[in-house]
């Protein structure tokens, strides 16, 4: 299954020429923000996580801005695709039940940390790549409950892998809005930043959020999976904002040590990189920073932790 950081960034790039209509600039139409040249283009989209098998790769093109964007209409289906590193190349194939897919042959490695990968896709006459270094491993070693004003730790959650079921555990019961949730992590070595995720893995669960200014048709927007802009972290200490969650139930808080290809693209997004949670690092940006040759897209790596929580409805 695609993770939400990767739906989010599929979606921001492969609809790129419908994301950016009239309001960026009130001054500008469709057909001059892209003109002729930015349709039909490749784009990419493939993230290498450390300590993972290597990813599906999604190659795409742009559509006319003006038009409706279908993603199986603009998938490519045939490109000579591979990632190498060192003397290790791997080959990929077209998805034929998904256009625009393309899946690894043979043994699939595990992504390294602190190692430089190289992808090159052939289109007929296109050539597009693109290269990332992996960061280091990154863990979390702890995440806490702060006290609102003299953030002193209340309490720590327990990790995966230190016991039981997380989601059972009284120290992972936490009542929504009460305490500062912040999470501890051992920074990853060439780690150009980081970015947090949050999950619901409830779907039938409750609505936490109980502000009076929002509509009934309001809470319809709400979802239940999200994505921050890209976080400094250069302390080792990130918080998740408490305005980031709306439901109750389990939930499942990701924090990825981005490559500087990921980071450049996540806080200089104009579709993702403001409308997440979280202190944005990056501000007023029409078009994000693609570190792609021959096209546009993501190529990019991160090292992941996460933990899990259980989100209790505040008492009457």
Known sequence: MRSRLSIVVLTALALLAIAWLPGCSPNRNPGELFGP???????????????????????????DPRQNYEAQAHGVHQAQLSIST?????????????AGRFLPLGTIPLVAPNTRYEL???????????ATVTPGTMRIRQVVVLDEQSLEVLRQFQLFGEGADVFQAEANQVVYFDGLLET?????????????????????????????F????????????????????????????WFAVAFA?????????????????????????????GQLAGDGF?????????????????AVDSVGFVVLPRLE
Do not use: K, M
Request: glycine content about 12%.
């Open 214 to 241: 929002l509509e009934e048709d309001d809470f319809e927007d709400f979802e239940r999976a999200g994505a921050s802009p890209a976080l400094d972290g250069v302390e080792g200490r990130v918080r998740l904002p």
């Open 37 to 63: 040249v930015e349709t039909d283009i490749l784009v990419v989209d493939g993230q290498l996580i450390v300590g993972q098998p290597l990813p599906d790769i999604f190659l795409r093109r742009t559509a």
């Open 86 to 98: 060192g003397d290790l190349r791997v080959d990929y194939r077209a998805d034929a039940d998904s």
């Open 249 to 277: 139930g389990r939930h499942v808080w990701r924090t990825y040590a981005l490559d500087q290809n990921w980071y450049d693209f996540a806080r200089t997004d104009p579709e993702t990189g403001g409308g997440g949670f």
């Open 184 to 212: 501890r992590i051992d920074t990853a070595a060439g780690a150009a930043g980081y970015q947090l995720s949050l999950q619901s893995l409830d779907l039938d669960s409750d609505f936490v959020v109980d502000a009076d």
């Open 286 to 302: 029409q078009r994000p920073s693609f570190a792609v040759q021959g096209g546009i897209g993501l190529f990019g790596s991160a």
């Open 120 to 130: 090159t896709a052939i289109v007929g006459d296109e050539q597009l790549s693109a």
